[in-house]
C-alpha cells in the first residue's frame, strides 16, 4: 500500500486536471446540477478513503474506473429512491369494495361452464369441448392446446372463435360497464 500523501497528490491531480469531465459525465448521466456535486464529491471521498493503488493510473486515477463508480452510485441512489414504500395517505378517499361486481363475474363465469357443459350435449359438442380446454385447461395456449389434441392450430381457433361468438350473444361481459351508470 502507498501512503496517504501519495493518494492525496493524486486526488489533487484528478481535481485540478478531470474535475470539469468528471462532473460532465456526471451530467451525462442524471442531468441534475444537485446530483452532479454529490455523486463528484461521493467520488472524491471514496477515493480519498480507499487508497487502492490499482485504481492509479499515470499521476492520478483511472478515469473510468471514476465514470463507472459515478454511474454505479447514480443508478444504486435511482433504485433507493424508486423502492416502494408503505405509507398510506391518510387523506385519501377509500372505495367501497363492490362486492356485486365480483359475484356478477362469478356468475357470469358459471354460467359460461354450465353453457359449455350443456353445448357438449349437442352438435357442436367437438367446439365447445375445444373450447372449455382452452378457457379452463392447462393448455392456455392455442398452439398447445392444438399439440395436446393433435390438429392445426388453424381448427382450434376456428372452434374456439365459433363458441365464443355465441357465448358474447347470450351473456353480458360484466367488464363492460355504461360510462353513463356511473
Request: net charge negative; aromatic share 12%; proline share 1%.
Amino acid at each position: 500500500m502507498r501512503s496517504n500523501k501519495e493518494n492525496n497528490k493524486r486526488l489533487e491531480v484528478l481535481f485540478r486536471k478531470h474535475d470539469k469531465w468528471l462532473r460532465q459525465v456526471s451530467w451525462n448521466i442524471c442531468k441534475d446540477r444537485d446530483m452532479v456535486n454529490d455523486l463528484v464529491g461521493e467520488l472524491y471521498l471514496y477515493l480519498g478513503e480507499k487508497n487502492n493503488e490499482k485504481i492509479y493510473f499515470l499521476d492520478s486515477f483511472n478515469l473510468q474506473y471514476c465514470r463507472a463508480f459515478i454511474s454505479s452510485r447514480f443508478i444504486n441512489r435511482i433504485k433507493i429512491e424508486n423502492k416502494f414504500t408503505n405509507t398510506v395517505d391518510d387523506n385519501r378517499i377509500e372505495d367501497v369494495y363492490d362486492t356485486q361486481f365480483d359475484e356478477g363475474i362469478d356468475d357470469t363465469l358459471q354460467h359460461i361452464k354450465t353453457f359449455l357443459k350443456q353445448k357438449q350435449k349437442g352438435p357442436k359438442w367437438v367446439s365447445a369441448k375445444i373450447a372449455e380446454l382452452y378457457y379452463f385447461g392447462d393448455k392456455k395456449t392455442i398452439e398447445g392446446l392444438a399439440d395436446e389434441i393433435g390438429v392445426s392450430k388453424s381448427t382450434i381457433f376456428l372452434h374456439i372463435k365459433s363458441i365464443r361468438n355465441e357465448i358474447k350473444e347470450q351473456f353480458d361481459n360484466p367488464f363492460e360497464t355504461n360510462d353513463n351508470e356511473e
